[in-house]
């Protein structure tokens, strides 16, 4: 089955400095990519997605690139705030079930 | 956002009883997913629920677990004879028809003692 794997496990940035968070996945079939971003103690929260047919989508400071052949996609903020800080995992999902498979998520600290 | 909700905030139990977890009021969506976690790591995925019926089930969720739908809207997951590894926090999920995108309740956090 689909497995996902994520790093850093933690990453430290100062205020208005981006922030990275890579994921590479195992099943060539998945065909979408959500980002969540939890706060403590909160549910995840949809941040951003990408579809297997885009390679890349903004909003913002969010970023999302995803690169089928070596199936990785990977998570960019621009000019992080303090409000930031959270943990963020990526996910991707195979055809057919629509059922999340979680990366180890990347707790994110920015400085102020 | 879709609004979905969790009864109970919190529940606590003695290992070997029963739990039910409630996901509540579901409105217009057919598609409901439960996934746990446990404190500090992933969220990890447990079964799949459409049309009143499992269409997909991870390995986590064994026996001791089933999901219904008993009247029409309210989404459960019920634990039998709870086990100290049970102890996670269990989030519910809904998507609707034609999208790929979930929206996660906030939560029960289940401590079993």
């Known amino acids: 089955g689909e497995n996902v794997e994520q790093h850093p496990s933690t990453l430290s940035v100062q205020e208005g400095d981006s922030a990275v968070i890579k994921c590479t996945y195992s099943?060539?079939?998945?065909?979408?990519f959500p980002w969540y971003k939890q706060e403590l103690g909160k549910r995840p929260q949809l941040i951003i997605d990408i579809r297997s047919n885009v390679g890349e989508k903004k909003d913002q400071r969010i970023a999302v690139t995803l690169n089928k052949t070596a199936k990785h996609f990977s998570l960019h903020i621009t000019e992080t705030q303090p409000e930031d800080s959270a943990v963020y995992f990526c996910a991707a999902s195979p055809p057919g079930t629509y059922k999340y498979i979680f990366g180890t998520g990347t707790r994110l600290k920015v400085l102020a | 956002e879709p609004e979905v909700t969790q009864t109970p905030s919190h529940q606590v139990t003695q290992m070997g009883q029963e739990v039910i977890l409630r996901c509540v009021p579901i409105s217009n969506h057919l598609y409901f997913y439960w996934y746990r976690q446990i404190l500090g790591q992933k969220v990890e995925f447990l079964v799949s629920?459409?049309?009143?019926?499992?269409?997909?089930k991870s390995e986590i969720f064994d026996d001791q677990f089933s999901v219904e739908r008993p009247d029409g809207s309210n989404f459960t997951l019920k634990i039998r004879s709870t086990k100290l590894e049970d102890s996670a926090m269990y989030f519910c999920?809904?998507?609707?028809?034609?999208?790929?995108?979930?929206?996660f309740g906030p939560g029960t956090r289940l401590t079993v003692l």
């Open positions: 099943d060539s079939a998945s065909n979408y």
């Open positions: 999920a809904k998507r609707a028809s034609g999208s790929n995108e979930q929206f």
């Open positions: 629920f459409y049309n009143n019926e499992i269409s997909e």
